[in-house]
Every structure is written in structure tokens, then in C-alpha cells.
């Protein structure tokens, strides 16, 4: 009897056994990864993140862009002579002339028509994965012409999503978008809806567009030596020779090199900006929609002025199309952008992951603003307050703040931002780097989190992170007030008895 009792209860464990040891181990993964992936995961890349080719029908056909190496260096062999006599009798017409179609034919199977649309057979090469390759635990990359209408572009991402659920027999996504490509999400959520999605995720976003764009759309071009510097010095992060090449900077700014390279950098501005403008600028990359879209809304009015009115002004090309564009996208998109981010976190799970620690580009008059090298921080955050580049936000501001928003090297407050409890940041992170693993696994946690996940949610995801550089690795944010070392006043005060005795012979 007891035998026959103890032979059930064994026959009924090892039942249990068979039935919970798949489970067991399908939870044992999911710990260990830290999400359960049940739907779909779709990348969307940035502004010249797939490659367009001369003919998009022609697998073996030349790149438009990036331009090969070759061509880039017979244009070069072909502009010298040009650069040579300018040298000689500083005649910008007849360097224009003879070196802006050069410029163009290097350029001219990547330029678009004056209606904004694709004349020529460029384009890029992309066709959709085997839908038997896709299924709820794919993660999958939409591939796009970055130059064309964002409307369009939206359009083709909705065709997408809708072949990726028929493929995978799930009813919704997770979207993540980096630089450009949360501009078009954006977008794609104005014009289709959000029925198919299940998260958003925006990663560092030019959904509120580039100060410098809307700069360099209106003409505000200069150079600065202090910009100039402190640029190659964020790019030169976590390069090996980093220290000295960043110290090679500072002397070639400190001995006047930088900024005589400027002066003539300004002078060949100065000189040749507007008629490079007319001729080749506008015309190639005045004719990508997305450059348009890219402009903060605040500026949109007066690059449009610049462009159609003064650039543009006595050119008999027919450009109604591109300008009618332009205007289709700022009446249907951008003047709903706001509205568009609060539907869907009204509707979905939403993400927000920014970063700084750098000035933005150098050719502009907003260089000092904290970016990640190419995004204002403040546009990528929707709406964090940002001290400028190498500044903290002062003493007078912090004192009616709450601290827990507050970056921990004092140059960022989260709480201004438009979620800012479901918006990260990541300092010394650039631009160019669209994700590390441990990073990408973050966004997985966040994507397939059960309900929306906040800054408060994980640990190890607080909303203050950083770069490290030597593991690769985005870590939280542990920053201390570096202390100046002996050598550190020592060479202070040498480059103040510098910048004295220059004064005195600039004088």
C-alpha cells in the first residue's frame, strides 16, 4: 500500500517534471536576458544610414554615397589647378567657375530633381528578409532613401510593419529609431496611427529637429578656433593617443595656428558661400525633404525665406514642387509633433535615451550647445534644460530644483523634459555610436517591460548613465568633481603668462 502511494507520488513529480522543466528553462532565459520577447523588433537607422547607389536596379553598381574613393580623388586632382591660381590671383569667380562643377559631377547621382523627387536611377538596395526568417523573437532592420519625403518614407515603414506581422503572426511591434529615424517615426505615428506598435523607442532623435541645420539653412556659417578645438577634441575620445592629439589641438590653438586657419576659413566663406550656396549646396542638399524636416521649428520660416527668396531668387528653375513639399510636411507632421509624442504615450509604452557631454558642429553660431557632437541635447530629450558645453547650470537655478533630475556633472535637468521620468541620458556617448550590446539590451528590457517602465523601474537603469569607453559598455553615471592636480595649475599658469604676452603682440 505504501509502496503503491509512493509510486504515484514519484510517477505524479516526474509528470510535473516533463511538464515544468521547458517552462523552467524558458524562464531561466528570459532572467538572464531580462525580457521576454513576444512581438517583433524593428531598428530604423539615421540620416545616411544605408547607402544609395548610382542605380538601385544594379547590385553591382557605384555608390552615390558616400562617394568612392577613386572619384573623390580625380575630383581632387581636378579642382588643384583651380585651388593653385586662386592662391595666385584671389579671383573667387573664377575659382567658382571652374571648381563648382566639378563639385557637382562628383555629387550628381546623389542630387534629386527641383521637385524633390528622385530623377535618375540612384537608390538604395535593400529587399525585405524571407518571411520564414521572421517570427516574435526576430529583430529586424527597415532600410530607407534618408533624401525623399519623410511622408514617403513613413509610407514605406507602414508597408513594412504590416509584411513583418503577417510574417510573424503577431498583431503588434516594438519600433526603435536613432537620429533621423525617430523624425520619421514621429511622422509614421501622425499619418498611420499606433495600433500596431507596442513600444516606441527614441534613441538620441532629431524629432525636434538641429539648431545648426536650421544655421547653415539661413546662411549662418563661421568659423571659431575655441569651437574648432573643442570639437576635434569630442571626437578624438577614447582614441588611444587621445591625450596627445588633443594636447597637439591646444598648442596649434595657443600658437595662433587655428586661428589663422579660421581667418582664411572665414575669408573662402565670406567669398564663395553664397554662389556655392546657388550653385551646388542648395541644389544637392537643399533638395533632400529630410534636411528640410530636420529644421527646428522655430527656424523653418526664415530657411525657407533664405532659400526660395535670396538663394534662390533669380533662378529660372521651376522648384514649386520641392517648396510645395516641404510646406505638405510642416502642415501634415511638424506642427503636430507635440501632439503626436503625447498620443503615443497616451496609447503605447514610450522611450526616450538622449545623450551629451559635447558642443555641437563647429560651423555655426550654436557650437557652445551641449550635444552628442550632431543632436541638441535639449531636442533629443524633448526638453531637458542644458547648460552650454563645458558649463554646469548655475548655483541660482539648482536652488529651486529637485536633485533627483539633476545630472551628477550639473549640466543637464531632466525635469523640464516633456517625460521625464521615462527619458535617459548618457553622458560622453556620441552620436555616430548607435549602440553598444549593453546598451541595446536596455532598450530590449524597456521594449518588452510589462507596462511602462520608468527611470525608477531597474537599478541598473537609472536615469543618469555614462560611456566607457575601455569596456565599450554604458555603466551608471558615478561622476566626481575632478580634482586639479600640481601639473594641472602648473600648466594653467604658464598658458595664462601665454595668452598675456600673445595679447600684447597682437596688440
Known sequence: MKTGLFSKIIAVLMSLAIIFT??????????????????????????????????????????????????????????????????????????????LPIANELLSDVMLGPDGEINNKSG???????????????????????????????????????????????????????????????????????????????????????????????????????ALVNYLDGMMDYNEKEKLIDGIFKLLKDFGIMNLACKLGNNLLENLFERAAADTVMPIFGGWLTIWAMVPDNMIDSA?????????????????????????????????????????????????????????????????????????????????????????????????????????????DASTCMFPNQTWFVRGYLHAEEGTDNVEEMYKVLAYHEGQATVDTFSEYPQFLCYNGETDEVEIDTYVEPEKTFWDKVKEFFEKIFAFITGIFSK
Request: proline residues 4%.
Open 124 to 226: 538604395i538596395i535593400w529587399n525585405y528578409p524571407a518571411k520564414e526568417k521572421i517570427n516574435s523573437k526576430s529583430t529586424v532592420n527597415f532600410r530607407y532613401d534618408w533624401r525623399i519625403d519623410p511622408c514617403e518614407i513613413a509610407k514605406q515603414l507602414d508597408e513594412f510593419i504590416d509584411y513583418v506581422l503577417d510574417a510573424s503572426g503577431c498583431d503588434k511591434v516594438v519600433l526603435e529609431a536613432h537620429s533621423l529615424g525617430g523624425l520619421v517615426m514621429n511622422t509614421y505615428s501622425k499619418l498611420y496611427g499606433n495600433d500596431k506598435v507596442k513600444t516606441y523607442i527614441f534613441n538620441t532623435t532629431a524629432v525636434y529637429g538641429e539648431t545648426y541645420t536650421g544655421e547653415l539653412l539661413t546662411g549662418q556659417i563661421k568659423l571659431d578656433p575655441d
Open 22 to 99: 521547458p517552462l523552467l528553462s524558458v524562464y531561466a532565459q528570459d532572467s538572464a536576458t531580462g525580457y521576454n520577447q513576444d512581438c517583433p523588433y524593428i531598428y530604423i537607422h539615421g540620416f545616411m544610414g544605408s547607402t544609395i547607389y548610382c542605380d538601385a536596379s544594379d547590385p553591382n553598381s557605384d555608390c552615390a554615397w558616400p562617394p568612392p574613393t577613386d572619384k573623390i580623388l580625380d575630383a581632387v586632382e581636378q579642382a588643384l589647378p583651380s585651388i593653385g591660381k586662386l592662391l595666385v590671383d584671389g579671383n573667387y569667380d573664377k575659382f567658382c567657375d571652374s571648381f
Open 304 to 412: 525657407m525665406d533664405y532659400a526660395f527668396e535670396h538663394i534662390y531668387k533669380n533662378d529660372p528653375t521651376d522648384r514649386s514642387g520641392l517648396k510645395t513639399k516641404i510646406q505638405n510636411y510642416n502642415e501634415k507632421v511638424r506642427k503636430y509633433k507635440t501632439e503626436t509624442l503625447e498620443k503615443i504615450n497616451d496609447e503605447c509604452n514610450l522611450y526616450v535615451l538622449t545623450r551629451y557631454g559635447y558642443s555641437s558642429i563647429f560651423l555655426t553660431p550654436s557650437h557652445s550647445i551641449l550635444s552628442d557632437t550632431v543632436i541638441d541635447t535639449k531636442n533629443s530629450s524633448f526638453g531637458a534644460t542644458c547648460a552650454n558645453y563645458g558649463e554646469k547650470l548655475s548655483d541660482d537655478y539648482l536652488a529651486g530644483k529637485n536633485a533627483k533630475y539633476i545630472s551628477p556633472d550639473k549640466s543637464v
